[in-house]
């Protein structure tokens, strides 16, 4: 008897593959549902794995980056998160679009030629 091997997160309804994963326990306060299910939108079981692969890594690389944000990180109350403003008692004038020099203003005959062509 022959045994078919599913891909990992998967099911099949009705001749459907289907993905279905479990969100964990430590980043369910980031979700609606304890988990999260979508149809993979094929029949073939080879598709299937390959789609079920990919959603998997992608919410792998998603978790990841949720717990890094959540790390209780020693002296976090010290990042600047959002703009950067300048610090308290700094001379440094914020500047204006206008009064700033870009390097694509200066005139070209203000180079030097140094490579001796005249």
């Not at 459907?16 to 980043?27: E, G, I, K, M, N």
């Amino acid at each position: 008897m022959l045994e078919t091997k599913t891909a990992p997160f998967t099911f099949v309804k009705q001749g459907v593959f289907y993905f279905s994963r479990r969100v964990p326990s430590d980043l369910s306060h980031h979700y609606t549902a304890s988990r999260i299910s979508f149809s993979l939108r094929t029949r073939s079981a080879v598709v299937a794995r390959s789609r079920a692969q990919r959603a998997a890594q992608q919410l792998d690389e998603h978790w990841y980056h949720l717990r890094v944000q959540d790390i209780d990180l020693p002296g976090k109350h010290l990042l600047r998160l959002g703009a950067v403003a300048p610090a308290i008692g700094s001379s440094v004038a914020p500047t204006n679009l206008e009064t700033s020099v870009k390097l694509t203003e200066y005139p070209t005959s203000s180079f030097r030629n140094t490579s001796g062509d005249a």
